[in-house]
């Protein structure tokens, strides 16, 4: 058994064994190996739940990977350009989220690190009152708006009379998410990122099951809704439970909700809202524009460039998700220097991670596409796959930083940043959409989110007082070493239109890559913590004897 001093972990045991006086560590400064051996749980901690959110959506990944052509030949283009506008349409509704589901993950992880029950249960009965309120919206707003576009959807494709009937109860599958939402936002203020993906992956396998039944037995999409609507219900419910098991003190009553804490939840998430809105319009507004002036079938080739560039982004975005509840827990406990480390840190690993996967795309993605869909599908998607990879791992590093923002409450300048990309990628999408096709759409994206990530880097470096050479040095090495994998494959030139030539192509690549960095970063990580952990025994031996 340990015990935790506010600087170091003493052994139990050598506390009992020993007649000397306890030490109080609390006075102290300890030097900077015994600091960060304090930090080796909470780090081992962080580096957890990024592994199960990695896997909770490397799975999904792998789901969409062979759902998407299943779909697309199963409902047909017509089906399928009707199930990606109304994807777009209703993902603008998920900004009544309004920002609120990270405020409650701050406030979780804040409210835990201070020991303070009362605040937790304002703060969690506020934000489910304003989720429920959000939901009714989502309602009388979205039901009106599906009656006017019903018709022009209908027309294209008259045999299916489940298409009204779908877009409606995928509303109110939305609206129902929202006051629900409140419960996966405690599980990351609780750090509990291993349960939730566990729970996401056990209803998305059930998920896919039931999908592929119902796509092979109905030609219509009423079903697919269903099917969503339910796992969706049941995957939020065994998340209230697991809620309800780790915080027993949590009482959500009307009681607790009050002006001041309302108050408390609207400045923190008017920004986080205002965010939201710009991100929704960047990454929605693309397929209602080609759907409503490109020719049809467009829609499914940007979609499915887009949706392969947002899959490679949310696969490395979930490792990130676990810092912001960890960045509140720090700034609780006015640990700066921990935060600024951490998003060092965080800036290497994503830049090692994801420059091989950006490159790898550009590479591989043609022949990928065309065993993937088709290559019919693909000679329309690829270019646009091209244009819409040229930010990927500079935005992963933004993902870093913008988890550091939402974790310290400085999300003013990162919203206001947010809507000046979306109000530039609107002007451009207006120039270039009628000369350029879905290529010009992918670089009204492009060149916008290029400009956002650039800013809010520099901003998180300039707030947590990082120098310009500090953060370079952090990402150098990745970067130096991409040389090798880029060297090889194009060497080895573009394989055939096989999965298995592809995998060969990437692993002779990766290979060599992941042991050049786990030769810079792993082994030199391992060798520090080993000398960490013996001068922190030895120091504390040495004071318990003096």
């Known amino acids: 058994m340990w015990i935790w001093g506010s600087r170091v972990q003493i052994p139990l045991a050598t506390l009992q064994n020993s007649r000397t006086r306890q030490i109080d560590t609390s006075s102290r400064r300890l030097s900077p190996s015994l600091e960060w051996c304090s930090r080796v749980p909470r780090t081992r901690q962080v580096a957890l739940g990024a592994a199960f959110n990695w896997l909770a959506f490397a799975a999904t990944l792998a789901v969409a990977f062979f759902l998407t052509p299943f779909l697309l030949h199963r409902l047909g283009p017509s089906r399928y350009d009707i199930w990606c506008i109304v994807e777009a349409i209703l993902a603008y509704f998920t900004i009544l989220d309004l920002g609120i589901a990270a405020c409650l993950s701050r406030a979780v992880a804040g409210a835990k690190a201070s020991d303070d029950g009362d605040r937790l249960n304002r703060m969690a009965s506020s934000c489910v009152v304003l989720y429920s309120i959000a939901g009714l919206v989502a309602i009388a707003v979205g039901s009106p708006i599906l009656f006017a576009i019903s018709g022009s959807l209908e027309a294209r494709e008259p045999g299916d009379g489940g298409i009204l009937p779908f877009m409606l109860l995928m509303l109110a599958n939305l609206a129902l998410t929202l006051p629900l939402s409140a419960f996966p936002a405690m599980l990351e203020g609780l750090q509990a990122f291993t349960t939730k993906s566990l729970i996401r992956i056990a ?26 609507t339910a796992t969706n219900l049941i995957e939020h419910s065994l998340m209230a439970w697991m809620v309800r098991g780790r915080l027993r003190e949590l009482k959500l009553k009307m009681a607790y909700v009050d002006r001041a804490t309302l108050k408390a939840v609207r400045g923190y998430s008017v920004d986080a809202f205002l965010a939201m809105v710009a991100g929704r319009i960047t990454v929605q507004s693309a397929a209602i524009a080609i759907g409503m002036v490109l020719a049809p079938g467009q829609v499914t080739l940007f979609a499915t460039a887009s949706r392969l560039i947002e899959y490679s982004k949310g696969m490395l975005r979930t490792m990130t998700a676990t810092l912001s509840p960890n960045v509140a827990a720090m700034q609780a ?20 991670i994801a420059l091989p996967i950006q490159i790898g795309l550009v590479l591989f993605g043609w022949p990928f596409l065309a065993r993937w869909i ?13 244009v819409l990879s040229i930010p990927l791992a500079l935005s992963i590093v933004q993902s870093v930083a913008s988890r550091v923002l939402y974790g310290l409450g400085e999300l003013k300048w990162f919203a206001r940043a947010g809507l000046v990309e979306a109000a530039l990628h609107v002007v451009l999408l207006a120039v270039l959409i009628r000369p350029f096709g879905i290529v010009g759409v992918a670089y009204s994206c492009t060149i916008p989110s290029i400009l956002s990530c650039l800013f809010t880097i520099e901003f998180t470096r300039r707030l947590l007082k990082v120098a310009p050479l500090e953060l370079i040095a952090a990402t150098c090495r990745p970067v130096a070493a991409c040389g090798v994998p880029l060297s090889i494959w194009w060497m080895l030139g573009t394989p055939d239109a096989d999965y298995g030539r592809i995998a060969v192509h990437v692993a002779l690549g990766l290979i060599p890559y992941g042991a050049i960095v786990l030769c810079w970063e792993g082994l030199a990580w391992k060798v520090v913590g080993r000398v960490g952990k013996w001068r922190a025994t030895r120091t504390v031996d040495h004071r318990l004897t003096m």
């Open 203 to 228: 209803m998305l396998a059930v998920r896919t099951v039931a999908l592929v039944v119902a796509v092979s037995t109905w030609q219509s999409l009423f079903p697919l809704a269903v099917i969503y």
């Open 333 to 352: 406990r006015g640990d700066s220097r921990g935060i600024a480390a951490g998003f060092l840190a965080g800036a290497k690993w994503m830049v090692a």
């Open 374 to 386: 088709g290559s019919d599908y693909a000679e329309g998607t690829f270019p646009a796959l091209i």
